[in-house]
């Protein structure tokens, strides 16, 4: 069953404008990826984290590991066109017992920039 | 930089028939996942690979099978097709003893009419 939730579903933005969406468990997990899916192509990964309270950055892209590791944060700042697709985010849902685990995926945010 | 290669790109085939996948991971990748998306749906995740042994299983049917080759590449034979297995199919690579991060291929949209 789902395991993760994000929100907002979707939001529609002016181009320009920073995004903030986020990603929560109710489990603990010990590693969050963010990936961006356009129409009938394959996600793409943005950031992986891997430690809790921790930050990365990808170009205009920033993430956080929650500190409570049920939690992580994407930020998008001064948003363009392109960054219009679906944002999910991801990881491994317990504590490793095997390489090639299992991913769950969050149900998605979809975001719209308007010109 | 190379990336994951799948075919065929698209399919189509008829309910009962009988599907084959094919997945290329990134080279030097040793694990392999497969996943099935819906229409508005996240990818479901449905079986992997590692160092050509299953090592996990998701919502995978049992008309479905796949395995990994001596060459890291696998595939996703499935059987008795029904109506709703149309989906977008996505193999992912990862060096699965070093990293969680897995990288995924364009996709093979299945249709079945």
């Known amino acids: 069953g789902q395991q993760l939730n994000q929100s907002p579903q979707s939001m529609f933005i002016q181009e320009g404008e920073d995004v903030s969406m986020n990603c929560t468990s109710s489990?603990?997990?010990?590693?969050w990826l963010w990936y961006k899916q356009d129409p009938g192509e394959g996600p793409v990964l943005l950031i992986a984290?891997?430690?809790?309270?921790e930050l990365t950055s990808n170009g205009r892209l920033t993430a956080q590991f929650g500190i409570t590791r049920k939690d992580s944060f994407l930020n998008i700042s001064a948003s363009i066109p392109s960054d219009v697709g679906i944002y999910f985010c991801?990881?491994?849902?317990?504590?490793?017992?095997?390489?090639?685990?299992?991913?769950?995926f969050g149900p998605g945010t979809r975001l719209s920039v308007l010109p | 930089a190379a990336g994951v290669i799948q075919s065929p790109r698209h399919l189509i085939k008829e309910k009962r028939e009988t599907a084959t996948l094919k997945c290329y991971p990134i080279?030097?990748?040793?694990?392999v996942y497969w996943y099935q998306q819906g229409p508005g749906q996240d990818p479901q995740f449905l079986i992997s690979?590692?160092?050509?042994?299953?090592?996990d299983k998701g919502s995978i049917p049992d008309r479905f099978s796949a395995q990994q080759f001596s060459d890291y590449h696998s595939e996703l034979n499935m059987s008795s097709l029904e109506l709703g297995d149309s989906a977008l199919y996505f193999c992912?690579?990862?060096?699965?003893?070093?990293?969680?991060?897995?990288?995924f291929g364009p996709g093979t949209r299945l249709t079945v009419t």
């Open positions: 991801a990881g491994p849902p317990r504590r490793v017992v095997n390489y090639g685990q299992n991913f769950v």
């Open positions: 690979f590692y160092e050509k042994m299953q090592s």
């Open positions: 992912a690579s990862s060096l699965g003893s070093v990293s969680y991060e897995q990288y």
């Open positions: 080279p030097r990748h040793d694990t």
């Open positions: 489990s603990i997990f010990n590693t």
């Open positions: 984290l891997y430690k809790a309270g």
